[in-house]
């Protein structure tokens, strides 16, 4: 769907995820249909073959990420699509995916849960499991997009720092943002950076685990590459009792991001030089912060928004800075309290934290809602 | 037209209310207007209650979801009962009188529309209530142009399904007298 010239679609969330997949480069997506991400799979699988890419069923999610990790091998660019049940199948296969430092996507539009939960209404209950869902010691990048627009521009650039960092990229969205249909202007294909993965030189030997990003072949090419999820040194080599080489590699799976989190960091802040009250959000939650300041302004109340477009890493400094400048943060959220204790270990006590939750029936908190939180909370703190 | 429109069409999952929602979104579109519509449905195909909402604006859309409507498409009894407190009083109701029992006493003004009798009767296809509801819509409140809403139902639905689609929605035009 890109072209020579811009142009502008009215497309549902899910249909600019799927069109962004092509756009970006990617020819693999394996995936097992999920409320609320079917769009992207039934999409893609009238899309991808046009553009020369594969796009196949699997028996489960567990098989679905496992053959996104072996197309990425195979010199892909590959993606699955998943809600909360899915993700959690997933997770242990996300951890070899980090491990074994491979590229991919993968998208959790998140319903609300836990479990088979509601599966076709909204929630926000993902956020922690984007960062910590699979176990051992790593760190992630997961980003939130909050309109059509950004489930495409947002899907281009997961791909981008998936083939930047050799690592896999958490695009996580939620039922309102991938289901609703708003306009999306796409630009001319010319105009859409894209990034590959760092190829070897022919007399490289070593493929992980290095200061830099390491060079990724792909098998076939003819590189001597053992690839595994159990402790390796940059020559893919096992090592599963020493010390050094576990340390010096997970440290690394770390370093890689957090060093480059500035680069990585996305955010949109509004007002927040001059308010009374910051409000930190993401995904759909944060579409209501436009009115919610004009409201408040008739209320003679400031308020100030930093809306996270990666929500990991965190965007601790832009909720740092917030807290500088006011009496008090408000995090509004579709869980019972996840970003919000984020938010409160970043603030570190300078300004009281309060959380908004909701939950169940795919309501969002409303403009009206947040603003009563608002003032509210401003009244306890004056 | 007002600045902002904000629609909710609600029902029965089955009755395409998405589907027209959608088709009304993608005509306003056509018309040069932002929008963003949304929906809610149940995890079953058919029979649970279903909504669809629409917002038409000239400026960005910020907030996604109806919380006032401006008109309300009943096609359901269910439907009408839950959703009638949210319709502002001088809103616009249209019901499918097929499937509504009963109206209340309102302010807003109030279309019923033998839709689900009409498709039954004139298009043998029940399920093409829906456009008919979205002709009567569009008859009544001039929200959109009738061109885009023929041209947004071409791009929406199957080929071999336009024609009676596009037979529905005029005959839910001339259902509607001004």
Same mark, same amino acid.
């Given at each position: 769907?890109?072209?020579?010239?811009?142009?502008?679609?009215?497309?549902?969330?899910?249909?600019?995820?799927?069109?962004?997949?092509?756009?970006?480069?990617?020819?693999?997506?394996?995936?097992?249909?999920?409320?609320?991400?079917?769009?992207?799979?039934?999409?893609?699988?009238?899309?991808?073959?046009?553009?020369?890419?594969?796009?196949?069923?699997?028996?489960?999610?567990?098989?679905?990420?496992?053959?996104?990790?072996?197309?990425?091998?195979?010199?892909?660019?590959?993606?699955?699509?998943?809600?909360?049940?899915?993700?959690?199948?997933?997770?242990?296969?996300?951890?070899?995916?980090?491990?074994?430092?491979?590229?991919?996507?993968?998208?959790?539009?998140?319903?609300?849960?836990?479990?088979?939960?509601?599966?076709?209404?909204?929630?926000?209950?993902?956020?922690?499991?984007?960062?910590?869902?699979?176990?051992?010691?790593?760190?992630?990048?997961?980003?939130?997009?909050?309109?059509?627009?950004?489930?495409?521009?947002?899907?281009?650039?997961?791909?981008?720092?998936?083939?930047?960092?050799?690592?896999?990229?958490?695009?996580?969205?939620?039922?309102?943002?991938?289901?609703?249909?708003?306009?999306?202007?796409?630009?001319?294909?010319?105009?859409?950076?894209?990034?590959?993965? %760092?190829?070897?030189?022919?007399?490289?030997?070593?493929?992980?685990?290095?200061?830099?990003?390491?060079?990724?072949?792909?098998?076939?090419?003819?590189?001597?590459?053992?690839?595994?999820?159990?402790?390796?040194?940059?020559?893919?080599?096992?090592?599963?009792?020493?010390?050094?080489?576990?340390?010096?590699?997970?440290?690394?799976?770390?370093?890689?991001?957090?060093?480059?989190?500035?680069?990585?960091?996305?955010?949109?802040?509004?007002?927040?030089?001059?308010?009374?009250?910051?409000?930190?959000?993401?995904?759909?939650?944060?579409?209501?912060?436009?009115?919610?300041?004009?409201?408040?302004?008739?209320?003679?109340?400031?308020?100030?928004?930093?809306?996270?477009?990666?929500?990991?890493?965190?965007?601790?400094?832009?909720?740092?800075?917030?807290?500088?400048?006011?009496?008090?943060?408000?995090?509004?959220?579709?869980?019972?309290?996840?970003?919000?204790?984020?938010?409160?270990?970043?603030?570190?006590?300078?300004?009281?934290?309060?959380?908004?939750?909701?939950?169940?029936?795919?309501?969002?908190?409303?403009?009206?809602?947040?603003?009563?939180?608002?003032?509210?909370?401003? %009244?306890?703190?004056? | 037209?007002?600045?902002?429109?904000?629609?909710?069409?609600?029902?029965?999952?089955?009755?395409?209310?998405?589907?027209?929602?959608?088709?009304?979104?993608?005509?306003?579109?056509?018309?040069?207007?932002?929008?963003?519509?949304?929906?809610?449905?149940?995890?079953?195909?058919?029979?649970?209650?279903?909504?669809?909402?629409?917002?038409?604006?000239?400026?960005?859309?910020?907030?996604?979801?109806?919380?006032?409507?401006?008109?309300?498409?009943?096609?359901?009894?269910?439907?009408?009962?839950?959703?009638?407190?949210?319709?502002?009083?001088?809103?616009?109701?249209?019901?499918?009188?097929?499937?509504?029992?009963?109206?209340?006493?309102?302010?807003?003004?109030?279309?019923?529309?033998?839709? $689900?009798?009409?498709?039954?009767?004139?298009?043998?296809?029940?399920?093409?209530?829906?456009?008919?509801?979205?002709?009567?819509?569009?008859?009544? $409140?001039?929200?959109?142009?009738?061109?885009?809403?023929?041209?947004?139902?071409?791009?929406?639905?199957?080929?071999?399904?336009?024609?009676?689609?596009?037979?529905?929605?005029?005959?839910?035009?001339?259902?509607?007298?001004?």
């Amino acid at each position: 769907m890109t072209g020579k010239t811009s142009a502008t679609h009215f497309w549902q969330g899910n249909e600019a995820c799927a069109e962004a997949t092509i756009a970006a480069g990617c020819r693999f997506f394996a995936g097992y249909p999920i409320t609320p991400a079917s769009e992207i799979f039934e999409h893609l699988a009238r899309r991808l073959p046009q553009a020369g890419g594969i796009t196949i069923q699997m028996e489960d999610e567990i098989a679905s990420i496992g053959a996104v990790i072996g197309a990425s091998w195979a010199g892909a660019k590959a993606m699955t699509a998943t809600s909360g049940p899915g993700f959690s199948l997933m997770q242990e296969l996300i951890g070899y995916a980090f491990m074994t430092e491979t590229p991919c996507v993968v998208v959790d539009v998140q319903r609300a849960g836990p479990s088979t939960g509601q599966a076709t209404k909204a929630g926000q209950g993902d956020v922690m499991q984007a960062r910590w869902g699979t176990h051992g010691d790593y760190t992630s990048i997961a980003l939130s997009p909050n309109s059509v627009q950004e489930m495409f521009d947002l899907t281009i650039r997961a791909f981008n720092l998936a083939e930047t960092y050799r690592t896999p990229v958490v695009l996580l969205a939620d039922e309102v943002v991938a289901h609703m249909r708003e306009q999306a202007v796409i630009p001319p294909s010319n105009q859409i950076k894209i990034t590959n993965r %760092k190829k070897p030189k022919p007399t490289d030997k070593a493929f992980f685990n290095g200061e830099d990003i390491a060079p990724m072949p792909s098998v076939g090419e003819g590189y001597n590459v053992p690839v595994t999820g159990s402790t390796h040194n940059e020559h893919g080599y096992r090592f599963t009792a020493d010390r050094t080489v576990h340390e010096k590699l997970v440290k690394n799976l770390i370093r890689k991001i957090r060093d480059n989190a500035g680069k990585i960091v996305d955010y949109e802040s509004l007002n927040v030089d001059d308010c009374d009250v910051g409000v930190v959000s993401f995904g759909c939650t944060s579409r209501a912060i436009h009115e919610t300041i004009e409201l408040a302004k008739k209320k003679g109340l400031t308020v100030g928004s930093v809306r996270l477009k990666t929500i990991w890493p965190f965007p601790e400094e832009a909720v740092r800075n917030m807290a500088k400048n006011v009496k008090v943060i408000v995090v509004p959220e579709l869980n019972m309290r996840e970003m919000f204790y984020e938010v409160e270990r970043v603030v570190h006590g300078a300004v009281p934290v309060v959380p908004l939750n909701k939950i169940g029936g795919g309501e969002m908190i409303t403009p009206e809602e947040l603003l009563a939180e608002i003032a509210r909370s401003v %009244k306890k703190v004056d | 037209m007002q600045k902002r429109n904000e629609v909710r069409i609600a029902g029965l999952g089955g009755q395409g209310v998405v589907l027209a929602g959608k088709i009304l979104g993608r005509a306003a579109v056509h018309d040069g207007k932002r929008v963003v519509q949304t929906q809610s449905y149940g995890a079953e195909a058919r029979g649970s209650a279903a909504k669809s909402e629409v917002i038409i604006a000239d400026e960005r859309i910020g907030f996604p979801k109806v919380r006032k409507c401006d008109v309300l498409v009943a096609m359901s009894q269910n439907a009408l009962d839950k959703y009638l407190k949210d319709l502002k009083e001088d809103g616009t109701l249209l019901v499918d009188e097929s499937m509504v029992r009963e109206v209340p006493e309102i302010k807003a003004r109030v279309f019923n529309v033998p839709a $689900t009798k009409m498709a039954e009767t004139k298009l043998k296809l029940k399920i093409c209530a829906n456009m008919i509801m979205l002709g009567a819509l569009v008859k009544a $409140t001039g929200m959109v142009s009738q061109e885009a809403v023929e041209k947004a139902i071409t791009q929406s639905v199957l080929d071999k399904a336009q024609k009676v689609n596009i037979q529905g929605f005029r005959i839910g035009l001339e259902l509607v007298k001004q």
